[in-house]
């Protein structure tokens, strides 16, 4: 039987895939471990400070990034994110089996910043954000939308720093 040993050397890579290098840059600054302070609004628009982290790293021969996001109590996820250079985007997948949450979203630079767009398991649209860009931090909002676009309402705001380990 395989150990989980095997699985990550088979999943995890050190570098972008040679063949699309320069597009894996849109998010390729994100590899290593980050710290984040965040402020998670309920439904009813009560917000929650909390403090986790955050790990990316490169999957599937180099064509992809993973991260993992721990907010302790509030969620503990993972996404895969898939470069598509026909399609000059990305393939955002989020997955949180903590409170049974699901994302697919298509990611793309926005000015400064890198926007998501898509829905949600329940329909909804959301729209995720990277901000405030620098190589040693990010401010990362959620939103989410119950009519399509017509108004957003924050969901989620985090700022977060690297940590060198």
């Not at 984040?36 to 790293?57: C, L, N, Q, R, S």
């Not at 697919?104 to 909804?124: F, K």
């Not at 959620?142 to 676009?149: A, V």
Request: glycine share 10%; proline share 5%.
């Amino acid at each position: 039987m395989p150990t989980s040993q095997h699985l990550i050397a088979a999943l995890h890579t050190n570098e972008p895939a040679a063949d699309r290098a320069d597009k894996m840059k849109l998010y390729g600054w994100l590899i290593g471990r980050w710290e984040m302070e965040t402020v998670v609004y309920d439904d009813d628009g009560k917000p929650h400070a909390g403090h986790g982290d955050i790990h990316f790293g490169w999957v599937l021969e180099g064509r992809a990034i993973q991260d993992v996001w721990v907010l302790p109590g509030v969620f503990h996820g993972t996404t895969l994110r898939v470069c598509d250079p026909a399609l000059d985007a990305w393939h955002i997948i989020w997955s949180d089996p903590l409170r049974q949450y699901y994302s697919r979203q298509l990611g793309r630079p926005s000015g400064t910043d890198i926007v998501q767009d898509g829905h949600d398991s329940t329909g909804n649209a959301v729209r995720w954000s990277f901000r405030e860009i620098t190589p040693a931090s990010f401010r990362w909002i959620g939103e989410e939308s119950q009519d399509q676009g017509q108004t957003w309402r924050l969901k989620a705001d985090f700022h977060a720093r690297r940590v060198e380990d």
